[in-house]
């Protein structure tokens, strides 16, 4: 923090937009809910299996500025970083996802600036996850704040696999031996089948389920 900090003037800035960032996640966080009940109290089925939020760390932030080439000021992390607070949605399956990417589209209160969609088009090493930076308006007492949040949005088994690779990347700090990247890219196509597979099966528990909930309905109609 002290590379960002000279003064108490700027002391106080920083507290300010980070409580605007804290703000702004609790509001993203929020909506997540409320989707996930809408859905469960509507369709008796939720999508989002869990929710997982952050604020980037001082030390996080000014890491990020330098790597990428940036003046560390406060004017600059708030401008040139998106990720400064961070939600990640964890879906059931894939399918899930673009529906909850849609319902946060359609938020009247919430602007989309750009999308990555590293689902259709996945990073060489074999990540895939949808990424949503949008703009939340914060109220404060005498004025309107807009703030930036990072949406990423996985099913289960993509969170399973990038939590295990970002863990393995850290330990070895980019350089892990080519091997290891190739079996992880192996694990990255297992991953994506088993999504599918488990899709497919739980379409088919849907199909058995309604077949059976119409046979039950027409023998009570013809007992009637």
């Known amino acids: 923090m002290k590379n960002i900090l000279k003064g108490q003037e ?6 300010e937009t980070m409580f605007l960032y804290e703000a702004a996640l609790k509001k993203m966080v929020l909506k997540a809910e409320l989707m996930n009940e809408e859905f469960t109290h509507r369709y008796r089925y939720n999508p989002i299996e869990h929710i997982k939020s952050r ?40 399918s899930d996802i673009y529906q909850i990417a849609d319902m946060i589209s359609r938020q009247e209160d919430i602007t989309v600036l750009y999308v990555k969609d590293f689902i259709k088009h ?31 949005i996985r099913s289960v088994a993509m969170d399973f696999w990038a939590s ?19 079996d992880l890219k192996s694990c990255a196509d297992m991953v994506d089948m088993l999504d599918n597979k488990m899709y497919s099966l739980n379409e088919a528990i849907l199909a058995i389920t309604e077949k059976r909930e119409a046979e039950r309905r027409k023998q009570e109609a013809e007992q009637a």
């Open 55 to 94: 604020l980037k760390t001082a030390d996080s932030i000014v890491r990020k500025l330098k790597l990428d080439g940036y003046e560390v000021t406060i004017e600059n992390m708030n401008s040139r970083l998106s990720d400064i607070a961070g939600v990640r949605i964890i879906c059931s399956y894939t």
């Open 164 to 182: 295990l690779e970002h863990k393995i990347a850290y330990k070895f700090e980019g350089d892990a031996p080519e091997e290891l990247w190739r």
């Open 10 to 15: 700027q002391a106080d800035q920083w507290e």
């Open 122 to 152: 996945p990073k060489p090493n074999g990540y895939k996850s949808y990424h949503m930076v949008v703009s939340v308006p914060i109220y404060l007492s005498d004025m309107k704040k807009d703030v930036r949040v990072e949406v990423q």
